[in-house]
DNA sequence: GTTGTGACTACCA
DNA sequence: ATGGTAGCCACAA
């Protein structure tokens, strides 16, 4: 599909997580058809504007736990979020299942 | 056209 | 079990 660029995807991908699951920068980088940009998923989303309603906070990275340091504002703002969908943390890990993709 | 970088993952000591 | 190193490739400058 010209025009759809790997940035793109990754929103869809994103986007198409249910509330009170999350994914891990491998497995949307895998179902974008990129096994190997877990990386730039990260850096992707890193990009965001604040204002964008994507649910960023949903990724973690591939051990379940989040991706920033316990502390940082970043952290918190994701642990709220996550919180909020009912998804349970302690510490810097979420004690939830990753969402399966449903094909 | 090249160069540097990264919200990562897998492997090895 | 933990900690460090290497590899991967799209994107911005």
Sequence with gaps: ???SSLREII???VASVPTG???CYGQIAGLAGYPN???YVGTTLRTLPS???LPWFRIIN???EITFPVG???FERQAALLEAEGVRISGNRVSLKKYK???
Excluded: E, F, L, N
Aim: charge should be positive; avoid cysteine; hydrophobic fraction near 25%.
């Design 101 to 103: 993709w449903q094909p």
């Design 21 to 23: 699951k999350v994914a």
């Design 72 to 74: 940082s504002p970043s």
């Design 51 to 53: 204002d964008s309603t």
């Design 1 to 3: 599909m010209p025009g």
């Design 62 to 64: 591939g051990k379940g």
């Design 37 to 39: 940009h877990a990386r």
């Design 11 to 13: 929103y869809q991908i």
